[in-house]
């Protein structure tokens, strides 16, 4: 087979949930497959994060915007190196392209009611772009890849899907987020005492930031320790906003944000937190709670969407729109040591039946199953 995978923004260096996905299934592929020619098309960046083996070719195709690069840059790349399967791997394909397409739609969240609160100009285009384009493609993909079941019902039921076009591939986590001691103190690049509070809000609404942060407020009132909360991804405007509006003042000197944490950054920042609050309102499959788990520490998660499922039936769960559900489970966690031991061992079982390996895999598999599909149509010519 000769395979070809979108994996537009890899190289670029803060990198996000989809581009970790793909990084990840490209390194593992490498690993398992060294029969199939792989053609990975990126935008050239900073990061260089993989690089070509025997049968695994990078290919940097230049062009000034996401759209274009997706809409003309690719099509034409592929077809140049004559790929069988074109695998596009962030929601979004080629609205016009004669290669047999794969795509991995990883949620269905821009075609669902809409926050208006959210101002961030580039959610708010990529939200238009993928509304756009996205009802234009789904017929003319081989087959639809999505990270849960929640999720597949989801979009089986909301774009009226056939089943037997549908694939569920679980995404997995990074074999270094483990229980690990930071000897060289990591986690004091971000913040300075171990046994925060971990959050990684942003301004996305799904994300609720809001709720999350008045929870935080009621702990401090009462918290007799009053732990510090470390948030990423979150600017000082969006912050006060948020404290005006509750009048959660208090919270004010105990949060540090210390903006984008880098990757390798992270199992340090795991394991030097005293729990990790995982309070979306919803999410397609929630890569940050396997790695929490995988690190021995506890998480306060959601009981919505595709969390119960990641997170498996002995998890913490609360309403996340509920703020004091987020508060008493924090103080719970803080006061119960028992309870709080085994959310430990809970969480790093769980974590086992996840795994990079087990996703390419699926992946191979499904790649063969489709070029195997169109083979015998062609034949039949």
């Not at 509070?197 to 702990?219: C, H, I, M, Q, W």
């Not at 105990?254 to 729990?275: E, K, Q, R, T, W």
């Amino acid at each position: 087979m000769r395979i070809g995978i979108e994996a537009q923004r890899i190289f670029r260096k803060n990198k996000h949930g989809m581009d970790y996905v793909v990084l990840q299934e490209i390194k593992e592929l490498q690993q398992i497959d060294t029969k199939n020619e792989y053609y990975v098309f990126v935008k050239p960046g900073e990061d260089h994060c993989v690089e070509s083996t025997g049968n695994v070719h990078i290919i940097e195709l230049s062009c000034p915007s996401y759209p274009l690069w997706e809409q003309w840059a690719l099509p034409k790349a592929a077809k140049k190196y004559k790929v069988d399967i074109l695998h596009c791997t962030s929601n979004t394909a080629p609205l016009w392209c004669d290669i047999p397409l794969i795509l991995t739609l990883h949620d269905i969240i821009f075609l669902e009611p809409r926050d208006k609160q959210n101002h961030s100009l580039y959610q708010n285009m990529g939200w238009l772009y993928r509304r756009l384009v996205v009802p234009h493609i789904l017929d003319n993909c081989q087959r639809i890849i999505t990270v849960s079941n929640f999720e597949m019902e989801n979009i089986i039921s909301k774009l009226k899907i056939p089943r037997e076009r549908m694939a569920m591939i679980y995404n997995g986590y990074n074999n270094w987020f483990k229980p690990i001691e930071d000897k060289d103190e990591v986690y004091k690049k971000y913040i300075p005492e171990k046994g925060f509070f971990f959050f990684l809000g942003n301004t996305d609404p799904k994300k609720n930031t809001e709720r999350t942060l008045v929870a935080y407020s009621k702990y401090l009132e009462q918290s007799t320790i009053k732990r510090k909360l470390l948030m990423a991804d979150l600017n000082l405007e969006y912050l006060n906003g948020i404290i005006e509006r509750n009048q959660i003042e208090n919270i004010r000197n105990n949060i540090v944000m210390p903006g984008y944490i880098v990757n390798s950054d992270l199992p340090y920042i795991y394991n030097s937190a005293f729990a990790f609050l995982y309070t979306s309102l919803r999410e397609s499959f929630g890569i940050p709670l396997l790695e929490a788990m995988a690190c021995g520490t506890p998480v306060i998660t959601s009981n919505t969407s595709s969390m119960p499922e990641i997170g498996g039936k002995d998890a913490i769960f609360v309403n996340p729109e509920k703020s004091e559900d987020i508060t008493q489970m924090m103080l719970t966690l803080e006061n119960n040591q028992t309870f709080y031991e085994h959310q430990q061992q809970i969480g790093m079982e769980r974590a086992t039946h996840f795994s990079w390996g087990k996703t390419a895999e699926s992946l191979l598999a499904l790649y063969q199953e489709v070029y195997n599909i169109i083979d015998h149509k062609n034949n039949n010519l």
